[in-house]
């Protein structure tokens, strides 16, 4: 089946440092990439989609220069947290969009740790 | 927006039917997902149905939609221990935009 693969998987940082993370879609095209953020026991909350070639659509309350997107390939979705901050602390987890209608496939999720 | 609730708890007996419900406000939905998630995992895709059905079997899991009262239900039969996790119903309306989450259900397994 098609695959999503994230890296880092686990990431500690410190603060005021930046940290990108990688979403990779494996055996598939992905024109669209989505980013989610997930809290400890809360569900998931959207951050951004991400388009191929454009510019990324930020949720509201979403800081877009907080939290950087470059989606430059069909295959690479970027995610840079920049002057990362404890509160960033979080599970970020990123989805890509196969052309199969409402496919969806998620990466297994990157867990930021700022101290 | 879309809403979708989902009750946060459940727990049966091995060998019990677990049934694992979820409602949404959209009545536009037409695609209809579920997640299961495994501590310190991502999220795995279980199973979806489309709006233009009432029920989707796959082994052990039935989905069934009733569109009119927007709500969702994922039946897992002989439930096991590695069934725990957490099961999140997810929605969206098309093809193009992104899901709209429940805040998820966790399935404790009891042997």
């Known amino acids: 089946g098609a695959v999503v693969s994230q890296h880092p998987s686990w990431v500690i940082c410190k603060s005021g440092t930046s940290v990108k993370i990688e979403c990779r879609s494996l055996?598939?095209?992905?024109?669209?990439m989505f980013w989610y953020r997930q809290f400890p026991k809360q569900s998931l909350m959207l951050m951004a989609t991400?388009?191929?070639?454009?510019?990324?659509?930020?949720e509201q309350g979403v800081e877009k220069d907080k939290f950087l997107i470059n989606h430059a390939s069909l295959t690479l979705s970027t995610l840079t947290v920049t002057s990362a901050h404890p509160e960033d602390s979080s599970f970020y987890i990123c989805?890509?969009?196969?052309?199969?209608?409402?496919?969806?496939?998620f990466g297994e999720g990157s867990r930021l740790t700022v101290l | 927006g879309e809403d979708v609730e989902q009750s946060l708890f459940l727990s049966v007996r091995e060998g019990d039917s677990s049934v694992i419900n979820c409602t949404y406000t959209?009545?536009?939905?037409?695609?209809l997902y579920w997640y299961k998630q495994e501590p310190g995992a991502g999220l795995q895709l279980l199973t979806y149905?489309?709006?233009?059905?009432d029920m989707k079997q796959d082994q052990r899991l039935t989905v069934l939609l009733n569109k009119k009262d927007k709500h969702l239900s994922l039946r897992i039969a002989d439930t096991q221990t590695g069934d725990s996790a957490i099961y999140f119903c997810?929605?969206?309306?098309?093809?193009?935009?992104?899901?709209?989450f429940g805040k998820g259900t966790r399935l404790s397994v009891i042997a």
């Open positions: 989805s890509a969009r196969r052309d199969t209608p409402g496919e969806l496939f």
């Open positions: 055996d598939f095209q992905a024109t669209t």
């Open positions: 991400s388009n191929e070639g454009s510019k990324a659509t930020y």
């Open positions: 959209d009545s536009s939905s037409t695609y």
């Open positions: 149905i489309f709006s233009n059905m």
């Open positions: 997810a929605v969206s309306n098309s093809g193009n935009t992104p899901l709209v």
